[in-house]
């Protein structure tokens, strides 16, 4: 049988240790979907409901598993749909190769029906490597280039592919000038830095009284060097979003997320420390880091361009986090004393305490902070959670308990929302056996997640366990917006943009087979996570929450108070409920606690 150049390029995708793909079809891209036809099952294809939920699942799955990503699209449109997914592989540093189709090489230039000039469309999103073939020759050093790049340099490569080469016969580059003879293969290297620099870093870190340690996902392999090296200084550790699996919260030194979605110890880790380890973190917001001046700096990352780009450090180390630690943890003097550590933990417990009164307050009618404070010890072994951007990722970051061996992740540097519930498909099929959750507003959901509840319905039978849940926030409100119009603008909620239609979440799901649970009482909340939790089918869970509880920052600023105090001035819709669920939030932490 004659190999084709789509059959060529699925065998080569193989050769690399590529076993899935996500995309949608179409007819830019006819040649290569039947190769993978012609494959059988050599490469999985997951069909997406959309172009952009498969580069999603794409970037998910390189965050899950540490492997090339892999989305596929038509010409056109499928091809524009997938730049937001890619945007986010390459805001989080992720490899992800997306594998585009095109109109036919001699109709280029005509003003062709969804003809574009996709070189142009990718060279930012895929600035890497992204490049149009144009003889079935020059196919396997761009794949090659591509793979290699991407998983290298941990970026986003394209490769594009007219619709009429997909088909012609393959043919091996001539033996002659101007060809390019390219191979299959790609090991990761140890990365550490010179012995003076880690031992620059370690009299750093060694003079320090109060150290404090920052982690992101470039921290997610190195969970047993940041805790050798925390204990050895004595340091409390604190979590960027993408690094909140990096760390067991059941250590109590470990202060939570950081930001305006994180915690209180986090936030007077970084105010009141005199040295700051950072560890893979690209974290983009420099007022909640030290003031300039207050701490020492050593950061620690594999990419030279994220180095005292937040903060001034005194070493910047080019390093893998577990690797560099490992070399670097022979050079750290033991702290005999205690007295941060302890301080670090003292604020660590009370913060614990805050969060269950916060969680616990009355709502109406339901308390967004409960829906995850009670998933939080419910969580099997191993799970997975991942969490759309909005209201819903402030209670992912505080009320949700990560445990070793769990995995968690959202969009961070690009904070898309409609991310969750594709994340969480691709983590799935990356993880068939694991137990996995997505958190989604109901925002996000009218957005785009709700029609990937379609995928999973037609996936699900086909995983080793059914294990899957949709929780959906129901406020009826674009609520982080609101709550940013509110505190950051002054402005009272804008009905116009903010309010969104009530939609019966839980009821779609059962229209298409799966398992849907509506809860709308506080008392109802942890019953409702166990029977979602012991379903033998996927399920949505679907609570139904109040918009008016606060997202309340670690710290609230002057300027903050003043524009809120502004807003209920100039009335706000919901003035009554939020002064109520705002003080409740506000006073929680000196009220007795009453559930």
């Known amino acids: 049988m004659t190999t084709t150049v789509g059959d060529f390029l699925i065998e080569?995708?193989?050769?690399?240790g590529v076993t899935r793909i996500f995309g949608y079809p179409g007819d830019g891209i006819n040649g290569v979907f039947g190769a993978l036809s012609r494959a059988k099952g050599k490469i999985e294809f997951?069909?997406?409901?959309?172009?952009?939920?498969?580069a999603f699942m794409a970037s998910a799955h390189a965050k899950f598993t540490g492997e090339l990503g892999v989305c596929i699209a038509t010409s056109g449109p499928g091809a524009s749909h997938l730049i937001t997914g890619l945007y986010d592989a390459r805001m989080d540093h992720m490899p992800v190769l997306a594998i585009v189709g095109q109109q036919a090489r001699t109709a280029l230039g005509s003003h062709y029906q969804q003809e574009l000039d996709l070189v142009s469309m990718f060279k930012d999103v895929a600035g890497a490597f992204v490049q149009q073939a144009s003889v079935p020759s020059?196919?396997?050093?761009?794949?090659?280039r591509a793979v290699r790049i991407a998983i290298g340099e941990r970026r986003v490569t394209a490769i594009i592919l007219p619709n009429d080469l997909q088909d012609l016969e393959y043919e091996a580059p001539a033996r002659a000038h101007g060809t390019a003879h390219s191979g299959v293969g790609y090991s990761k290297p140890k990365v550490v830095p010179y012995e003076a620099d880690l031992q620059r870093a370690a009299d750093v870190l060694n003079a320090g009284q109060k150290v404090a340690i920052l982690v992101g996902a470039g921290a997610l392999q190195a969970t047993d060097q940041v805790i050798a090296v925390s204990e050895k200084l004595g340091a409390g550790v604190a979590k960027a979003l993408l690094g909140k699996a990096a760390m067991p919260d059941d250590l109590p030194w470990v202060t939570g997320s950081i930001g305006l979605l994180g915690t209180e110890p986090s936030y007077?880790?970084?105010?009141?420390?005199?040295?700051l380890l950072m560890i893979g973190s690209g974290f983009p917001y420099s007022e909640?880091?030290?003031k300039e001046g207050q701490a020492r700096g050593v950061q620690i990352d594999l990419q030279p361009d994220m180095l005292s780009l937040r903060y001034p450090m005194e070493v910047n180390l080019v390093g893998d986090a577990a690797e560099t630690l490992a070399e670097l943890l022979p050079l750290l003097e033991h702290k005999t004393e205690r007295k941060w550590r302890k301080k670090v933990e003292g604020w660590h417990g009370s913060w614990e305490k805050t969060l269950e009164k916060r969680a616990m307050?009355?709502?109406?009618?339901?308390?967004?902070q409960r829906v995850v404070y009670e998933l939080s010890p419910r969580l099997p072994e191993q799970a997975i959670i991942t969490s759309d951007s909005g209201s819903c990722a402030n209670w992912f970051a505080r009320d949700l308990k990560i445990r070793r061996g769990m995995k968690c992740s959202l969009s961070g540097g690009l904070a898309s929302m409609g991310a969750a519930v594709p994340y969480a498909i691709a983590a799935k099929f990356a993880f068939p056996e694991?137990?996995?959750?997505?958190?989604?507003?109901?925002g996000a959901m009218q957005m785009n997640n709700m029609a990937e509840l379609i995928t999973v319905a037609k996936y699900w039978r086909q995983w080793e366990s059914p294990k899957w849940i949709c929780a959906v926030f129901n406020n009826e409100d674009l609520n982080q917006v609101t709550w940013e119009q509110r505190v950051m603008e002054g402005d009272p909620k804008f009905e116009a943009s903010q309010s969104i239609p009530d939609v019966p979440y839980h009821l779609f799901a059962i229209s298409i087979g799966l398992k849907g649970i509506f809860v709308?009482?506080?008392?109802?909340?942890a019953a409702a996570w166990e029977q979602a939790l012991d379903s033998d089918v996927p399920v949505l869970i679907e609570f139904k929450t109040d918009p008016d509880v606060p997202p309340l920052p670690p710290h609230i600023k002057l300027e903050q108070a003043k524009k809120f105090a502004t807003t209920l001035l100039r009335g706000d819709p919901n003035e009554a409920g939020v002064i109520l669920q705002t003080a409740k939030q506000v006073l929680g932490t000196v009220l007795p606690h009453k559930k």
Not at 268 to 275: A, F, K, V
């Open 12 to 16: 080569r995708l193989s050769e690399w």
């Open 46 to 54: 997951v069909q997406a409901r959309h172009e952009e939920m498969a």
């Open 138 to 144: 020059q196919v396997r050093h761009l794949l090659d």
């Open 268 to 275: 007077r880790l970084m105010t009141e420390c005199d040295t």
């Open 288 to 290: 909640f880091l030290p």
């Open 361 to 368: 307050a009355k709502a109406n009618p339901i308390n967004p």
């Open 434 to 442: 694991r137990q996995v959750i997505a958190l989604v507003g109901d």
């Open 520 to 525: 709308e009482r506080e008392e109802d909340v």
